[in-house]
C-alpha cells in the first residue's frame, strides 16, 4: 500500500527539541519533492520544509535555523528535526509526498506538536 | 496574513454550483502552478486539482480549477452536503522561496 505515516510529536516545553519521523511504504522517496506542512489548532495550513529529489531543501521564514529535514533512503524515511522549539510552532504536523509542480497527492495523518510551558 | 487570499466562507444549496477564488500576484501564482485541497473536518488534506486544472485519478469532474493571470478559481458544480469543508489553494513563491496555501475557505452546503 502506498501512504505515509507519521510519528515523534508530543507535549514539550519551549526551548525544547523533537524529532518527527515518517515512514514511507509503496514508493521511494528520494524520487519525490517531500515535504512538511503544519496545521495549527483551528487554523490554515502551513508550508513548513522540503527536501528535493536532489538533496537540496526549503524552509519556510518562520522555521529557518531551527528546524532540519532529512530522509533516510535505506528506512525510506522523512525525518524534520525540530530545535528551539515555541509556543506558536504548536501544530499537527503532516508529511505529504511533493511533485515538480508543486502539489501533493500523497498526505499522512499527522503527528500533533504542543509546544507549552 | 496568508500570501495567497481566499475567502473566509462560501455556501450554496444542494446541487447548486459555487465557485472559490485564490488571489495572488506575479511571483507565486502568476508563474506557477495552482493546486487545490479539500479538508474535511478532522481529516488531512486531499488534493483534488493540480498543475492549474488537472484532476488526479478518482476526483469527479464536478470539481474544475482554471487560472488566469494572478488569480485561480476552484468550482465545484452538483453541490453535496459530503462537500461540506475547508478548501485551500496553493502553489510556490519565487520571492519568499518556498511554498504558499491560501487562508482556506470554509463550504457549507445549506
Same mark, same amino acid.
Given at each position: 500500500?502506498?501512504?505515509?505515516?507519521?510519528?515523534?510529536?508530543?507535549?514539550?516545553?519551549?526551548? +525544547?527539541?523533537?524529532?518527527?519521523?515518517?515512514?514511507?511504504?509503496?514508493?521511494? #522517496?528520494?524520487?519525490?519533492?517531500?515535504?512538511?506542512?503544519?496545521?495549527?489548532?483551528?487554523?490554515?495550513?502551513?508550508?513548513?520544509?522540503?527536501?528535493? #529529489? /536532489? +538533496?537540496?531543501?526549503?524552509?519556510? @521564514?518562520?522555521?529557518? /535555523?531551527?528546524?532540519?529535514?532529512?530522509? @533516510?533512503?535505506?528506512?525510506?524515511?522523512?525525518?524534520?528535526?525540530?530545535?528551539?522549539?515555541?509556543?506558536? @510552532?504548536?501544530?499537527?504536523?503532516?508529511?505529504?509526498?511533493?511533485?515538480? +509542480?508543486?502539489?501533493? @497527492?500523497?498526505? +499522512?495523518?499527522?503527528?500533533?506538536?504542543?509546544?507549552?510551558? | 496574513?496568508?500570501?495567497?487570499?481566499?475567502?473566509?466562507?462560501?455556501?450554496?444549496?444542494?446541487?447548486? $454550483?459555487?465557485?472559490?477564488?485564490?488571489?495572488?500576484?506575479?511571483?507565486?501564482? *502568476?508563474?506557477?502552478?495552482?493546486?487545490?485541497?479539500?479538508? &474535511?473536518?478532522?481529516?488531512?488534506? $486531499?488534493?483534488?486539482?493540480?498543475?492549474?486544472? $488537472?484532476?488526479?485519478? *478518482?476526483?469527479?469532474?464536478?470539481?474544475? !480549477?482554471? $487560472?488566469?493571470?494572478?488569480?485561480?478559481? &476552484?468550482?465545484?458544480?452538483?453541490?453535496?452536503?459530503?462537500?461540506?469543508?475547508?478548501?485551500?489553494?496553493?502553489?510556490?513563491?519565487?520571492?519568499?522561496? !518556498?511554498?504558499?496555501? !491560501? !487562508? *482556506?475557505?470554509?463550504?457549507?452546503? &445549506?
Amino acid at each position: 500500500e502506498v501512504q505515509v505515516v507519521e510519528s515523534g510529536g508530543g507535549f514539550i516545553q519551549p526551548g +525544547g527539541s523533537l524529532r518527527l519521523s515518517c515512514a514511507a511504504s509503496g514508493f521511494t #522517496i528520494s524520487g519525490y519533492y517531500m515535504t512538511w506542512v503544519r496545521q495549527a489548532p483551528g487554523k490554515g495550513l502551513e508550508w513548513v520544509s522540503v527536501i528535493y #529529489i /536532489g +538533496g537540496g531543501t526549503s524552509y519556510a @521564514d518562520s522555521v529557518k /535555523g531551527r528546524f532540519t529535514i532529512s530522509r @533516510d533512503s535505506s528506512s525510506n524515511t522523512l525525518y524534520l528535526q525540530l530545535n528551539s522549539l515555541r509556543v506558536d @510552532d504548536t501544530a499537527v504536523y503532516y508529511c505529504a509526498r511533493g511533485f515538480r +509542480g508543486w502539489y501533493f @497527492d500523497l498526505w +499522512g495523518r499527522g503527528t500533533l506538536v504542543n509546544v507549552s510551558s | 496574513q496568508s500570501v495567497l487570499t481566499q475567502p473566509p466562507s462560501v455556501s450554496a444549496a444542494p446541487g447548486q $454550483k459555487v465557485t472559490i477564488s485564490c488571489s495572488g500576484s506575479s511571483s507565486n501564482i *502568476g508563474n506557477n502552478y495552482v493546486s487545490w485541497y479539500q479538508q &474535511l473536518p478532522g481529516t488531512a488534506p $486531499k488534493l483534488l486539482i493540480y498543475d492549474n486544472n $488537472k484532476r488526479p485519478p *478518482g476526483i469527479p469532474d464536478r470539481f474544475s !480549477g482554471s $487560472k488566469s493571470d494572478t488569480s485561480a478559481t &476552484l468550482g465545484i458544480t452538483g453541490l453535496q452536503t459530503g462537500d461540506e469543508a475547508d478548501y485551500y489553494c496553493g502553489t510556490w513563491d519565487s520571492i519568499l522561496s !518556498g511554498g504558499v496555501f !491560501g !487562508g *482556506g475557505t470554509k463550504l457549507t452546503v &445549506l
